[in-house]
């Protein structure tokens, strides 16, 4: 009975498996399992929004009386605890910006480039869209699609002769 008792304590101490955000625009509570990373939560509770509401932000875990803890978009989900609840922030949340006049969050990722030797890519040219070298190498491909498609064509005009001289030579 005792083990039972302290089997039952054991398990109600432990966190469940799942954190709760609640989205501000909509008031909607969504559950997220155990290790997801935020910016994975936020895409999800934007796709859920209607039309009209403002976008999520961010994540953060508030407490009456705390500083609240902001999650960045590769930060995994933690349950803090009593008092503690996580939450979605806006764009409305913004001191000073009025509707429209916000900015809207990018999902789109920027990928990080480097080079063969493990260093950062930092150089950026503008090149145009067109150049000599780039007709070129068009017109180069051209002509060798068109020897190309000659070869295959003698070959295919000859190969009933090549049909021939084989079996006349068995």
Known sequence: MAEEFAEEVNNSLQPPPFV?????SSGKKSR?????????????????????NPFALHIEAVKQGEEPISFGPDAVLVNYGNGWKLQTV??????????????RPVSAQIPIVKNFDGSHSTKRTSKPGISY?????????FVL????????????ENLPRLILFINSSM
Do not use: H, Q, W
Not at 33 to 38: D, L, S, Y
Not at 133 to 141: C, D, E, F, G, R
């Open 32 to 52: 997220f399992a155990a290790g997801t990373k935020a910016g994975f939560a936020v895409s999800l509770i934007n796709r859920k929004l209607d039309i009209g």
């Open 90 to 103: 806006t764009e409305a949340d913004f001191p000073g910006t009025r509707k429209g006049e916000g900015f």
């Open 133 to 141: 070298l780039y007709i070129a190498k068009i017109l180069l491909a």
């Open 145 to 156: 699609m068109f020897v190309l498609a000659g070869i295959l064509m003698l070959g295919l």
């Open 20 to 24: 709760e955000v609640i989205c501000k």
